[in-house]
């Protein structure tokens, strides 16, 4: 998706399936397609990579797949469309983008894994990697709380651990916010979290707010939330 300067979208959102397997060659195809449908019309790049991104490399891509381990992403996205590029973990983003900027605000992503941001008076905290620490019967947030055991157990138990890990991050992190987003969002029940709903200071966030962070990537200071970021 283009957006301008002050976080407007000036195009349509473009979604096309993750190619298995998702080798940089094959997202490198899916990128010059997605540039292809707008036209090129762009003068810089933020990328979202589900793994850990240090300097513009990343490190690693468990829920994607190989040949990310130190490869040069934010160099190789400059290289072959001639812009300049900012790459960030895509957690990151999505914390970015709703974050208000004050106080502790934490973001988790509930999809193929579990990703993780943090954001301190509205500096990031970057590569928090929440998803792969302890949580329960010797098993990580991400083995328990990731599509996988959601598929394996079902919606209702499935919010049970989203209840305990709720509790679990209010009191190691202290947040003022905690924003719960990912494409497994949506089947957060309100009514089996405490008193019948989400906590006041917990909330479900839509995906598109990791576009908005994109645009914070260059311009920290754009307030301006775009039309179509709904909540989840």
């Not at 195809?29 to 240090?54: D, H, M, Y």
């Not at 999505?94 to 106080?103: V, Y």
């Not at 992190?173 to 405490?194: H, I, R, T, W």
Request: proline share 6%.
């Amino acid at each position: 998706m283009l957006f301008d300067s002050s976080g407007r979208p000036i195009s349509e959102r473009i979604r096309i399936p993750t190619p298995r397997p998702a080798t940089p060659k094959a997202i490198f195809q899916v990128l010059k397609q997605i540039s292809a449908e707008v036209n090129g019309k762009f003068q810089s790049i933020s990328a979202g990579f589900p793994g850990v991104v240090k300097n513009g490399i990343t490190t690693n891509a468990p829920n994607l797949g190989t040949g990310w381990k130190e490869f040069r992403l934010q160099q190789a996205l400059e290289r072959e469309f001639s812009v300049e590029a900012r790459v960030a973990n895509d957690a990151d983003l999505q914390g970015l983008g709703a974050s208000l900027g004050k106080g502790v605000e934490l973001t988790i992503t509930l999809g193929t894994g579990l990703g993780s941001a943090l954001i301190c008076n509205g500096v990031p905290i970057p590569n928090l990697e929440l998803g792969h620490h302890p949580f329960r019967h010797g098993q990580s947030y991400e083995e328990q709380l990731g599509k996988e055991a959601l598929d394996a157990i079902g919606k209702e138990r499935w919010n049970q651990r989203v209840r305990k890990m709720i509790h679990n991050l209010e009191i190691g992190f202290n947040y003022d916010a905690l924003f719960l987003g990912g494409g497994n969002a949506k089947y957060v029940f309100g009514k089996l979290l405490p008193f019948g709903k989400l906590p006041p200071n917990v909330r479900l966030i839509s995906n598109e707010y990791g576009m908005l962070g994109g645009v914070r990537l260059w311009v920290p200071d754009v307030r301006l939330t775009p039309h179509y970021l709904n909540a989840a």
